[in-house]
C-alpha cells in the first residue's frame, strides 16, 4: 500500500517501507541481508525478501530489496523507501532512481548530498567503523556489510537482540563468522545513535503477525513436498534458478531419509545434461520409482523429445520448471512466466500435458506431492511450474502441514492380481473407461507381467502397429485420459467481490495482484473477481469464472499472453472475453503495474470501445 | 521360438536349471532383411540367456532407436523392454537401474545410435558401471534411413552407391577402455562360438560389459569396397583367445592348464577362462590395450575376443550407497519422514 509521501508530510510511517540495498556480488551482503530480514520476521512484522542478482560470481552489482508491510503485503514494490549504497560503482545510479523523499544510507566519501536534494541523506563513514570494529584486515570485507544493518538498527528501531538471534540463525554452527560479524553490527549501531540524528519516518514497531509462520524460498519448500511425497529417484542438470531446488532436496534427502544402515533410501544424480536427465526419469518412472528433475526453460527445450516419448509410451515422472527470462539464455536471474505454453504443448505430434501452478511456498509443498501422486494416477509426465521469484526469493508462509493422506500409486498390477487375472491384460487397454490404462512394474515376478515399451505406435496390447485404427484409438485414449485428468488437478481459487470484470492469473503475479486489488477496491472504488489458475488443463470452474465476467483480463509475465492464448486455444468460445496484462521486463510484478494498466484498458474496454 | 533367427540348439522339451525351455527365451518374428548380422546376434542371446538359466523376469531389455534397437523385441519376451529414443537408450537404462538395481540390464544399440547421436550418452554410462551388457550391433552404416555412414564406418570405406568415407573413426572399444569400462570385447556376429562364449561372460559380469559386435549389414553395406561386409570381416578377423566360461554352478566345467590361460573371475562366482592365440596379449592392461588397438587399425585388422578386462568395480547404485531393497517398492514408512521431522524444518524457518 506503500505510501509515496516525504517523511516531513507524514511524521512517522510505521512497519510499512522497503529497504533496497546495493552491494557487489559474493561480497558476503547475502548474510546482512538475510538477517535484517529474520529480524523484521521475528519482530512479527510481514516482510518479503527479493534477490536481484547478476549473472555472475563475484564482483558484478546485486540488489536485495526487503518490503516490511504491516498490511501483509508482500509483492515486489516498484519504489524504494530506504537505499543503502554499498557498492559505490552503482551508487550514483542507485540515487538517481530513488523517489522523491527516500532515506539515503551511503559511505560518506561518495557526496550524494548534492544530487538529490529532495532525499533524506545519511552519510556513513563505513570505511573508518569497519577499521575501528574489525582489526583484521583481510577480513573487513567480509564484514563490512554487516555495518548498514546496526545502521538500519538504530535509525529505524530494529531490535538488537532480534538481529543477534537472527545472525546467529543464519550462521548456525559457524561461531567465527558469529563472533567476526556481531562487533560489527554492534559497533555501527551505536555509532550511529550517537552521530546521526533521525530525519525520516520510517520505523519498525513490534508485531504479532507472523504466528505460524516462516521464511522460506520456494525452491526449498518444493524440495520438502517432494521428500514427504516418497520421491526417490532425483536426477538433475546445474541451471539458474533451478540448481537450488535439487541441491536442497539432496540435502533434506541426506539428512531425513537414510536407513538406520545409513544408507539411502533414494537416489540423487546430477546427470551430464537435461536430456540425460529426463532419460534418467523415464527410465525411473517406467520401473516404478517416484521421480524428478527440475530445471528451466532451456533445460526444458533440450527436454522435449523425451517429454512426448513420457506421453506417448504413458510412463509417470515430474519435472519442475523453475522459468527465468527467456528466449535463448536471456537473463538467467531474472524471472518470466515464460513457459507456459512450452509445458502445456511440451514435444511434437499431439500431445497436453498436466501442469501444476503454485503461487506461494506452503502451496509448493503441498502440489509437489501431489505431482507425484497425479504423475502415477495418470501415468504420464507431469509439471510443476515456478519461477525465479518464488523459487529463489524468501517467502514468508504459513508452516507446513504434514501429509494427511497415504501416497498414490495409481493403477499398478501385481503379481498376485495377474494370477487372478490368468495373465490376461493389455498395457494400453481403457478398462475403467476414464482413459487410463493398468501398468505394470519392471521385476514383477509373472510370466505376463512383461510388455514391450515404445514411442512407436502401438495397439492395447502394447504390441508395434502401424494401422490408423490403431494410431487413431491410442490418440483418443489419450486425449480421454487428459479430460479425466480435468477433474483431478487443482481446480482455480476464485474470489468473488459481485464484480463483472475478472482478472485471471497464476503463480507469483498472486501477491501483487492482490494488493493491486485491494487498492483499485479502496482508491479507485473499483471492484474485480478473481480466478488463480492452479492447474493445466484447466477445470470447468476456470471455464465458469470467465462465463459469468463480461470482461476477463489475464494477466502474465509474458510479452505474448500465453496463458490467454492457451486458454483462448482450449475454450475458444472464452477468447472474445480476454484480454492481457503483461508484465516481461524480468523482474517481479508489482501492484502497481497492475493497476496502471487495468485503468488503461478499463478505460478503453470498459467504456465499450473496441481495443 | 522366432522365425527368422536360428532354430534353437535344444530339442524342444529339454529345460535349464530354473526349468524353462528355450522358448521361454524366446522373442516375436525379426522383421530385419534376412541375412542380418543382427539376427544372429539375437539368436546367441537366446542361448546365452538359456544356458546362464536367466530368469526373464529379472531382466530388463533397453535400446534406442535404429534397427540394432528393434531387436530386443526379437529375444526373450518375458522381459520387459523399453525401445526408447535415439542416442538416449543409456539414460533410460541408469534410470531403471536406478529404480530396481536387482535388475540385469541387457542394452542394445547401433553405432549410429551410440557413436553418432549417442556418444555423449555413451561416455557418462561407461563412467556410473551400471550392471549391464551394452551391446552395439556395429554394421557402419544407418539402416532405417537406407545406409548413410555411422560415425564408425572406417577412413576409405565406400558406400553401396560409391561415395568413401573420408573421416576417420570411432573407435567404440578404445573409448569404453579409456572410459574404465572393465569388461571389453569386440566380436563379429559371423563368429557363433565365440560370441556364446563371450555373451554368457558378460552377463554374468557385474558391472557394465561393453560389447562392440560387428555385424553386417547386408542390405547397404555387404558390397566390395565396405569394409564392415561378411566377406571382409571374415579375412580380416584375428581372434585374440579361445573364450572359455566357467559358470558359478559348475566349477569343475572346464579343466585349465597352468601356464596358458588367463582365468578372469566375473563378480558372481563364474570365471571367464582366456586362451591367448597368437601373442600373448594381456586383457587386463588399459594402456596395452589402447595401443593394440591402435597397432591393429593401422594393420587394417580386426581383433576379436576379450580387449581388456579387470575385476568387477562398485556398481552405481553401490557408489551411490543406496539401500539393497529396490527403491520402486520401498514402503511409505521409509520413503515418507515422520511428522516430527517436518517440525523440526519447521522450527528452523521459523
Redesign the interface.
Known sequence: MGTAATADAVGTIVNDFSIHVATANGSGSQTSNMVLLRALFQMGVPVSGKNLFPSNIQGLPTWFTIRASKDGWIARKEESDVIVCMNAETAEEDVATARKGAVLIYDDSLRLQEKRPDCVHYPVPFKKLIAECCPDLKLRKLVINMLYVGVCSALFGIDMGELKSALG?QLAGKQKAIDLNLPALEYSANWTKEHLPKKDAFRVERMNANEG????EGNAATA?GL???????V?WYPITPSSSLCEYLDE?LNR??L?KD????????Q???E?????????????????FTSTSGPGISLMN??IG?GYFAEIPFVICDVARTGPSTGLPTRTMQGDIYSLMYASHGDTKHIVLIPSEPKESFELAQEALDIAEEFQTPVFLMLDLDLGMNYWMAK??D??AA??HRGKVLTKEQLQEMGGKWGRYQDVDGDGVPYR????????A????????GHTAQA??SEKPEHWKSNMDRLAKKFESAKKRVPKPVVTSDGSKVGLLFCGTTTEAINEAVHELKHKHKVKVDLCRVRAFPFTSEVEDFVDHHERVYVVELNRDGQLRMALSAEVPRLAHKLRSILHYDGMPLSAGAVVKQFRELEGAWGKGTPE | MAGATEAPEAPSNQVNRIGLQKKDYAG?KSTLCIGCGHDLITARLIDAAYDLSLK???V?K?SGIGCSSKT??YFM?????????HG?M???????????R??KIIGVSGDGDTANIGI??F??LMRRNLDMVYIVENNGVYGLTKGQFSATADKGSKQKYGNVNFMSPIDLCALAVELGCNFVARLFAGNTKMMRQALQAAMAFKGTAFLDIISPCVTFNNHAGSTKSFPYVKDHETALQDIGFVPAYDPTYHEMAAGEEREVKLGDGSKMTLKALGNDYNPTDRVGALKMLAESREQQKLLTGIICVAESQPTF?QM?????E?????P?S????G?A??DE??D???
Open positions: 540463525k509462520k516462516i521464511i522460506i520438502l521428500m514427504f511425497g516418497g520421491v526417490t529417484v536426477t533434506y531425513f531419509r536407513d545409513g544408507k539411502r533410501t533414494f537416489a540423487v544424480v546427470a551430464e545434461d536430456i540425460s536427465a529426463v532419460g534418467m526419469l523415464a527410465g525411473a518412472g517406467w520401473a516404478g520409482a517416484r521421480c523429445e523425451i516419448l508452516r507446513f504434514y501429509p497415504p501416497i505394470t512394474i519392471p521385476g514383477t515376478e509373472h510370466p507381467a512383461a510388455y514391450f515399451t515404445r514411442g512407436t504390441t508395434y | 516375436s526373464p523376469e529379472n530388463i533397453m530386443p523385441a519376451s518375458r522381459s520387459f523392454s523399453f525401445n526408447s529414443v538416449r543409456p539414460s533410460v537404462a541408469t534410470g531403471a537401474s536406478l529404480a530396481n536387482s535388475l555423449g550418452q561416455v557418462h547404485p551411490l550407497n543406496m539401500v539393497h529396490p527403491l520402486s517398492t520401498l511409505l521409509v520413503t515418507r519422514p511428522k521431522v517436518l524444518v519447521m528452523e524457518l521459523s
